[in-house]
């Protein structure tokens, strides 16, 4: 009787395995579609918050339930200006400024100012001898468009992002200039919140505390 049951169990085993496997590879699917995604860093462009094969989990749900905030970092699908051929392809950048913001480079201190407040960035790229990159390039003073972005890497001077798509846009215009530098908020996957390889630079990604006293846009 006893070998009986056993033989049963074991049949009954094998019978559900391949639903359970099927179940394992449904939620995995449904997981990496709408809730969490890896991807791994291919550029020096966010040095050194994000170093080159880092690899970063993101969160694909919660811009569903909010707009993207200032300091976050975002895996967004580059807008067609800004691919180097691979169609598709994802940046991963900070968000600078929101619809309505006021970005301007820079205050005496070489320091941007967004709605008229200046904003120290920690994180800028520091070369080994000290050396920081310029917050900006050149000088400039944008309004960011409604259902878009202001986009930089942490590594100003590595960064295909909103200023240098800015300073390359061959549009005529202010707006067009601006449709060229910045990124729809509906291009965007997700926010990266964690560094999880390799695991010696295994971190949080949070909002650094200096964007704190940065206003809103007005009327916002």
Same mark, same amino acid.
């Given at each position: 009787m006893i070998d009986e049951q056993t033989e049963k169990r074991r049949g009954s085993f094998w019978r559900e395995l391949p639903i359970l496997l099927g179940v394992a590879i449904l939620v995995a @699917?449904? @997981?990496r579609a709408f809730v969490l995604q890896t991807f791994y860093i291919p550029s020096p462009s966010m040095e050194h918050t994000l170093n080159v094969w880092d690899r970063v989990l993101v969160n694909k749900l919660v811009y569903d339930f909010r707009d993207?905030? *200032?300091?976050?970092i975002l895996v967004f699908k580059a807008p067609t200006e800004w691919q180097s051929g691979t169609e598709g392809e994802d940046f991963i950048k900070r968000v600078i400024g929101t619809p309505g913001d006021n970005v @301007?480079?820079?205050?005496n201190e070489q320091r941007l100012m967004i709605n008229g407040v200046s904003l120290d960035e920690p994180y800028i790229y520091t070369e080994s001898d000290g050396? *920081?990159?310029q917050v900006a390039d050149q000088n400039f003073d944008i309004t960011v468009p409604a259902g878009r972005l202001w986009v930089m890497g942490d590594h100003r001077e590595a960064?295909?992002?909103?200023l240098e798509h800015y300073e390359q846009s061959t549009a005529t215009d202010e707006a067009g200039k601006l449709q060229d530098a910045t990124v729809p908020i509906d291009s965007v996957v997700g926010r990266a919140f964690t560094i999880f390889w390799p695991a010696g630079r295994a971190t949080w990604l949070s909002v650094p505390d200096e964007y704190d006293a940065i206003p809103n846009a007005a009327g916002k």
């Open positions: @699917v449904l @997981v993207p905030r *200032r300091g976050e @301007v480079c820079c205050d050396t *920081r990159n960064s295909g992002d909103s």
